[in-house]
């Protein structure tokens, strides 16, 4: 499931109020690793004080991670719903430093696109002291997974005479679009190509 995306959703408490916000994360076999700017209020508050606070010190999280594979229609709106997969991870998160950050960007990086950690330039000495990069165990994670087409096809909604069924959704990648400030003869890499979808329709 957290290799079908690479958005998920942080959920912390901040001065006292729940704050959920989105943020980009890569993983390996034991640890979802996120990252966002010093200046994020959630995820500063998450990561206690960057400079090395032990990990009990920080606040629990729950990171979220949902793809939307289709939308139900049933014949009366109360069976209604979303077919759906979600996974929720919990725990206390640590902020990383040196070359552990290091490590967990490269994680992020070629979890969203394989191929650009050594393709593009490394963050700079001032980059990484601007992002605070979390490291979550997978220890403590929640699953939840709905499918199928809508529950009143076998009762007395089915003699209604009214269509019922599932719209399917699908995310997918098209063809890159190059930056305007781009210089001419520059080619999409490889790795870009293999990443893309195919061309959008004319």
């Known amino acids: 499931m957290l290799r079908a995306g690479f958005v998920c959703h942080l959920g912390v408490v901040v001065d006292g109020v729940p704050m959920v916000v989105p943020t980009v994360y890569g993983f390996d076999a034991a640890t979802l690793y996120f990252h966002g700017s010093v ?10 004080d960057p400079a090395g606070n032990p990990e009990q010190d920080m606040p629990q999280v729950c990171v979220t991670v949902t793809h939307v594979d289709g939308l139900v229609l049933a014949r009366s709106v109360f069976e209604h719903g979303v077919n759906y997969r979600s996974a929720m ?11 552990d950050k ?32 979390l490291a979550l165990p997978l220890d403590e994670a929640s699953v939840k997974i709905a ?17 019922a069924g599932v719209v399917p959704m699908i995310t ?4 890159p679009e190059p930056d305007p400030a781009l ?4 080619a999409v890499p490889a790795h870009i190509t293999a990443l893309a979808g195919p061309p959008r329709p004319a």
């Open 39 to 48: 200046a994020s209020r959630s995820l500063s508050g998450a990561a206690g």
């Open 102 to 133: 290091l490590e967990g960007l490269r994680i992020v990086t070629e979890h969203c696109a394989p191929g650009q950690w050594d393709y593009v330039r490394r963050p700079s000495r001032k980059e990484l002291a601007a992002t605070i990069l």
């Open 89 to 99: 991870i919990y725990g206390r998160p640590r902020a990383l430093a040196g070359n």
């Open 147 to 163: 499918s199928g087409p809508p529950e009143d096809g076998d009762g007395p909604d089915g003699e209604l005479g009214l269509w």
């Open 172 to 175: 997918g990648r098209a063809a």
């Open 183 to 186: 210089p001419p003869g520059i």
